[in-house]
């Protein structure tokens, strides 16, 4: 076998296996969807979590307007939500938005 299933998010076990479509624990009895388990990466593939914060790495132009978030700008407080843009969040000079998460990078510390 050479694919990793995740471990458990419960109990921390690596002895999980697939049945139909979820991953369930064999030690704790725990079972969860695979998908819950997507994680949102950053342009350069670190993971994302809410509450993170993040740079644009390019300019990019909001929509309906003719405002544009500036390559380089920090975004705090980043939120992971469904759907093309990924990540919803409050842009200095901007306001509420989403973002794209392959167009911003996080600030590690
Ligand atoms: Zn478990």
Same mark, same amino acid.
């Given at each position: 076998?050479?694919?990793?299933?995740?471990?458990?998010?419960?109990?921390?076990?690596?002895?999980?296996?697939?049945?139909?479509?979820?991953?369930?624990?064999?030690?704790?009895?725990?079972?969860?969807?695979? !998908?819950?388990?997507?994680?949102?990466?950053?342009?350069?593939?670190?993971?994302?979590?809410?509450?993170?914060?993040?740079?644009?790495?390019?300019?990019?132009?909001?929509?309906?307007?003719?405002?544009?978030?500036?390559?380089?700008?920090?975004?705090?407080?980043?939120?992971?939500?469904?759907?093309?843009?990924?990540?919803?969040?409050?842009?200095?000079?901007?306001? !509420?938005?989403?973002?794209?998460?392959?167009?911003?990078?996080?600030?590690?510390?």
């Amino acid at each position: 076998m050479t694919r990793t299933l995740p471990a458990c998010p419960d109990c921390a076990s690596t002895f999980t296996y697939e049945m139909d479509a979820l991953l369930v624990c064999p030690e704790c009895g725990h079972e969860w969807t695979p !998908q819950a388990e997507a994680r949102v990466r950053d342009a350069v593939g670190n993971i994302l979590s809410d509450g993170d914060t993040v740079t644009v790495i390019k300019d990019l132009k909001v929509r309906g307007t003719s405002s544009v978030v500036k390559v380089g700008t920090k975004v705090r407080g980043i939120r992971l939500v469904e759907g093309d843009h990924d990540i919803d969040c409050k842009v200095p000079g901007i306001g !509420q938005m989403g973002l794209k998460s392959q167009f911003v990078k996080k600030v590690s510390g």
